[in-house]
């Protein structure tokens, strides 16, 4: 179940979002290659212009010249224009398809495999990572094909001045290559790391603007800021090691390949001394040599950019790389023909292990829910209550036992229908920015979408419509960030009327009424019961009141059942419910 | 739609400095934090100097080199002997003080970064809560992220560039003018052309980079509203939708982006072409006045010759001034930033003395929107020592006296005393450090429980840390994590419960041992025999000391010493529990609901 093979080898990898652009990755170096080979047939030109124009007073043909010269400037122009413009298509492409690729993955992977990676390195990957890539991708495109050219051709040109020469630079290449590689592999190790310490960065500032009260009442901020400090140090030290020992790597290229210069000089001597080498061919030779020096700093220039750009397509592709299963072996789905008895939601002998954890968060829970009837769900904070849902969710692979809706297993389910057929409300009240309307149209079909009166009565059901009517723009008021521009309270009823609109099999009240004063909270009760007639209800709460009216009420105690039955046989025979009973009508009195 | 009406930048100043494409001030502003670093300056231009020159001899004493060779028989060994040592030393040096000049400007322009970074954290602390409450995390984060990583790239590649392109640029000037005056000047005569062409073109690639660095920043504050809330968009079948919309969003961005990439690319492509057809002008009209006798081949020659040395730099030096739009462009973001208003300096302040604990407001008037006033002239005077429950239904204004009262919010009118102490004329973490608060939403961040309980007091010895969290009836559960009080909480405790975060915030609370407290629904997500527990360990901590409790269940607060309720933004009773029984007012009619409930 461990997803090895895509941190090993981020490139390959990647290679699918690559290859929409094959045709800019194959044309854009080409044409920068005729650029390059325009570049050098203008002087080749202006030379003859010289050598045959002047030489023959032929007026007309400098003109033709000078002419062929302007068309030959005019197509180079073209050219690498036309390489400019697919490297931007490419590289912008390929972080664009990456980026909503990173972006499906957080969609659609559940929390049990998503959360060891963190909110905060997520949105560094989904940004700062993909910059890297898209630059790499860039800068490949405009440089690959020009120095190599220059670099090969001048290597030709020396083989066919003097061979016993040439060999010498020959060596120096491998030994380029070596240095390039060794000089990565300790780059790409502190490029990783710092783009951890990126992560933890990112993380502090996330936190010091979501917890900017805490902070500030507790007068923590010169705390903060020196910590901050620290990281924002210690992140500046990866980056600049990082950037010092990567920017070797021009000035080595260039020192081997300059030491192969003077080797080529020293040598030449004998041979000029002996006739086998003439003054102008060590004169071409050098000059050779020197293109070939100032194109490996080039690529050596575009060598740099690789260690960072493949860190972080190692980090990118290890989220592209997670699967969306919780079990290894979706066995094949049933056709469904749902067996009477197997209607509603059924927990049968389920129990979960948090990945981290040793112990089990919940122990074998079974209960079966007919349509109609709710469930409470009671127990003390931490005894699985929240587990329950995150099970019931998918957030979190059971580890044994089954959940059933109207008779399909959960492991074979498919993702989305399983979600179809629940309505939930989280126990923190979150909207998202927008209008009203977008944050209750959530779960419904696009294609059909309500009437205001659907809405309205969703909203009345859910006790929120007196304050919505209030609201400059009654459905159609903005959302803040998160909701922030509602109160508590406010927020709870919206994101009830938001489940309430949803037509589901199961209805999960995860203690969604916590802020509510008790009047509001028993109309809403009442309303939930008369819109849920058909659905299996599941109410967790901290309060008797609240769940003494299901059908079923299950007692959690560290994960597993202290007690299932109503609020009656409870009373009588589960001595943890009649603690919690008794505690609540002591505090009534 | 959906997307791009919700997504709008809220405050106009921000926006303003956002839309204007002026650069001078955005260099005015960057030169101090790169004159912070004289030595490294110094560094760079110095290496920068000599790595210069040492690649400008090279090629002299290589040609020297090749001078010696004469012909076979002829090759002045004890001269090539003599220049072959000195152009490997030259070459050395160039190579090494290239990379001392590389290492010198990473060093620099990171350190340029991180200081800018630092400097804008901080002041995200100084702003006022309104700003951060209305603020997109994803586009402040994007700031001090992505914009200053463009800022560090940018500043790197001109401090490489400048000081090697400005020597090669003035070595050619030189050589041309000591050759031929006039060809200089005919030279120079292109470059307002050159100049034009890199102007045209990076004031507006800084035009779209800054479109760019504002997409990138909303595509984020789209990512960081969603990231952590990625369950709820599964299980309402969002995934789908949200798709569509992050790929709006993301389709913008790659619009622009690649509008600014290819834009600011055109700089190189388009100076050579410029100095292409300066050569190929210089080269027609060169030869057609040789033609004419006017000049010799060898003067043709070396004209075009030094057309091309000079074009390079030129080159290079506009290639760089486009790049650097984009860092310009980060940088307008992150002084934008830095302009924000921050909370009025409070320094000089005298510190806030508890003794008693008397609160009183005075015609306090408060709105969130200037066309929506929410209180208007609230007046309550709390004694020393007493436990004060404020009630009311939600919306009515409960949490806005909290804001008012922890100065995250001022007042727009009138005052709030603490002890006869206006608490504007304190310092605002003398105020603050005097009360302890506990919010509904529970606050944690990514550390260690035990670093999470000690926040507030990190002198704290395990044995006060743990009896704090037996206090807030936190211990229990606590040991039972993987670590015990070790477990580091990943992503700010995402990996508890609602409840168990909120006994950890207690458990803060309790250890802070504060003057005056605020439960604003701090046990709304806990069970009742634990709320029970925590009370009591709250009426323990607080005894002699004047609270505050919010709270939704009246059964609660029914021995506070004096209940406030609120409507609309309004004290409209207040007394004791059994005084507005009696009154029959609007606490009666919550309480009856309540007990009517509880009867049926």
Not at chain 1, 372 to 382: C, N, S
Request: with cysteine; aromatic share 6%; proline share 4%.
């Amino acid at each position: 179940m461990k997803d090895h093979s895509p941190v090993q080898k981020p490139l390959r990898n990647l290679l699918p979002y690559l290859k929409p652009y094959r045709l800019q990755l194959c044309l854009g170096p080409l044409f920068k290659l005729v650029e390059a080979v325009i570049e050098l047939l203008i002087p080749m030109v202006m030379a003859r212009m010289i050598d045959i124009g002047v030489a023959r007073h032929d007026r007309q043909y400098l003109w033709s010249h000078g002419l062929l010269l302007l068309g030959l400037v005019i197509i180079g122009l073209i050219f690498s224009l036309s390489c400019q413009y697919m490297a931007s298509v490419a590289s912008q492409g390929v972080g664009t398809r990456l980026r909503t690729a990173v972006y499906e993955q957080i969609l659609m992977i559940p929390k049990a495999k998503l959360q060891p990676i963190g909110s905060a390195s997520l949105l560094n990957r989904i940004t700062g990572d993909i910059n890297q890539i898209q630059l790499a991708v860039a800068m490949t495109i405009r440089l690959l094909s020009r120095a190599p050219f220059l670099a090969i051709g001048g290597m030709i040109m020396s083989f066919i001045i003097e061979p016993r020469l040439a060999v010498i630079l020959l060596l120096t290449v491998p030994v380029a290559a070596v240095l390039l590689y060794v000089i990565m592999r300790a780059t790409v190790t502190v490029f990783k790391l710092a783009q951890k310490q990126t992560d933890k960065v990112m993380t502090l500032i996330r936190d010091n603007i979501s917890g900017a009260r805490v902070i500030r009442s507790l007068a923590k901020e010169p705390h903060e800021q020196a910590y901050f400090g620290e990281n924002n140090n210690k992140l500046n030290q990866l980056l600049t090691r990082a950037g010092q020992i990567s920017s070797l790597m021009n000035p080595l290229t260039s020192l081997l390949f300059n030491g192969g210069i003077v080797f080529v000089i020293w040598k030449s001597g004998a041979l000029v001394d002996t006739g086998q080498l003439r003054q102008g061919d060590v004169l071409a030779l050098a000059n050779y040599l020197g293109q070939i020096v100032l194109a490996m700093m080039v690529v050596a220039n575009l060598v740099i950019l690789f260690p960072r750009a493949y860190a972080s397509s190692g980090r990118v592709t290890e989220v592209l790389g997670l699967k969306a299963d919780l079990w290894p072996a979706p066995k094949p789905a049933d056709p469904a023909h749902i067996k009477p008895e197997s209607v509603g939601l059924v927990f049968n002998q389920v129990s979960l292990t948090y990945p981290a954890n040793r112990e089990p968060s919940l122990e074998q829970i079974s209960f079966r829910l007919k349509p109609g009837e709710q469930l409470g769900v009671i127990g003390a904070t931490g005894s699985g209550k929240s587990t329950l849902i995150a099970a019931l969710l998918r957030e979190y692979a059971i580890s044994r036992g089954d959940i059933t809706i109207n008779g399909q297993s959960i492991k074979q389910a498919a993702v989305s229908d399983w979600h179809r057929q629940i309505a939930w409300v989280p126990q923190k009240a979150v909207l998202f920015s927008g209008s009203l309307r977008s944050n209750l149209l959530w779960g419904l079909p696009q294609d059909a979408p309500p009437d205001d009166q659907d809405l309205w009565s969703a909203l009345q059901d859910a006790q929120a419509a007196d304050f919505v009517r209030l609201l400059p723009g009654g459905l159609d008021a903005a959302v803040d960030r998160g909701g922030q521009n509602f109160s508590g309270g406010q927020r709870q009823r919206l994101t009830i009327a938001r489940a309430l609109l949803k037509r589901a099999s199961i209805y999960v009240f995860d203690d969604s009424s916590s802020a509510l004063d008790y009047a509001t909270d028993l109309a809403l009760r009442q309303a939930v019961r008369r819109r849920t007639r058909q659905a299996c209800v599941v109410i967790i709460s901290q309060r008797v009141y609240q769940v003494r009216e299901a059908e079923q009420i299950l007692v959690l105690d560290n994960g597993h059942m202290a007690g299932l039955g109503t609020h009656q046989t409870l009373l009588q025979h589960c001595p943890l419910y009649q603690d919690i009973a008794r505690s609540q009508e002591a505090a009534a009195q | 739609m959906r997307l791009t009406k919700s997504l709008k930048i809220h405050d106009t100043q921000d926006q303003n400095q956002l839309n204007s494409t002026d650069q001078r001030p955005i260099w005015r502003r960057l030169l101090p934090y790169i004159l912070q670093q004289p030595g490294w300056l110094m560094a760079v231009a110095v290496t920068g100097i000599i790595s210069s020159l040492s690649a400008l001899l090279a090629p002299w004493l290589l040609g020297k080199a090749i001078d010696t060779l004469l012909g076979k028989g002829a090759v002045r060994w004890k001269p090539l002997a003599g220049l072959i040592l000195p152009l490997a030393l030259t070459y050395l040096a160039s190579a090494l003080f290239q990379w001392l000049m590389t290492a010198s400007s990473v060093r620099l322009s990171n350190q340029v970064a991180t200081s800018l970074r630092k400097a804008s954290f901080d002041r995200l602390t100084r702003l006022p809560l309104s700003f951060l409450d209305q603020k997109g995390k994803g586009d402040l984060l994007s700031r001090l992220t992505t914009d200053l990583d463009a800022v560090n790239d940018g500043l790197n590649l001109l401090l490489n560039q400048l000081f090697s392109s400005l020597i090669l640029l003035v070595g050619s000037l030189v050589m041309m003018f000591a050759a031929s005056p006039w060809i200089t000047i005919l030279m120079l005569a292109i470059m307002p052309f050159n100049f034009l062409v890199t102007r045209f073109i990076s004031s507006n690639s800084h035009h779209m980079f800054m479109e760019q660095a504002n997409l990138a920043g909303r595509l984020n504050s789209y990512v960081d509203e969603r990231v952590e809330q990625a369950d709820l968009l599964r299980a309402f079948n969002q995934e789908e939708i949200s798709r569509q919309d992050f790929h709006q969003l993301n389709e913008e961005l790659y619009v622009v982006g690649q509008k600014a990439q290819f834009f600011s690319s055109l700089t190189n492509p388009g100076t050579r072409f410029v100095n292409n057809i300066a050569y190929v002008a210089v080269g027609l009209a060169a030869t057609l006045n040789a033609l004419a006798g006017r000049i010799t081949i060898g003067q043709v020659s070396q004209l075009l010759n030094y057309t091309l040395q000079f074009a390079k730099p030129v080159n290079e030096l506009s290639a760089v001034t486009t790049q650097l739009q984009n860092s310009l462009a980060g940088a307008r973001r992150v002084f934008a930033l830095m302009d924000q208003p921050e909370e009025s300096d409070d320094a000089s302040l005298p510190e806030l003395k508890v003794s008693a604990g008397a609160v009183s407001f005075a015609e306090v008037r408060f709105s969130y929107r200037p066309d929506r006033p929410l209180i208007t002239g609230l007046n309550l005077d709390i004694r020393p020592d007493a436990s004060v429950a404020i009630v009311g239904p939600t919306g009515a204004g409960k949490t806005t006296l909290v804001n008012l009262l922890m100065r995250f919010y001022d007042p727009t009118g009138g005052q709030i005393f603490i002890d006869q102490q206006n608490i504007t004329s304190v310092t605002r973490s003398s105020l603050r450090r005097s009360i302890g608060m506990v919010l509904q939403d529970s606050w944690l961040f990514a550390g260690s429980v035990r670093d999470n309980l000690a926040y507030g007091r990190p002198g704290a010895s395990d044995a006060e840390i743990i009896s704090a969290a037996r206090a807030a009836c936190a211990d229990e559960f606590i040991r039972r994590l993987p670590q015990g009080y070790d477990t580091v909480l990943s992503d700010s405790g995402s990996n508890l419960s609602q409840g168990e975060k909120q006994l950890l915030t207690i458990a803060r609370v309790m250890l802070l041992n504060p003057r005056l407290l605020i439960l604003d629904e701090a046990t709304s997500n806990i069970d009742t025999r634990t709320e029970i527990l925590v009370q009591q360990a709250f009426l323990r901590l607080m005894e002699g000391r004047t609270s505050f409790i919010i709270a939704h269940r009246l059964s609660t607060i029914r021995n506070a010493s004096l209940i406030i309720v609120m409507n609309q933004g309004s004290i409209v009773e207040q007394g004791t529990h059994d005084s507005l029984l009696q009154e029959k007012g609007l606490y009666y009619k919550l309480y009856e609901s309540q007990f009517a409930g509880r009867e049926a």
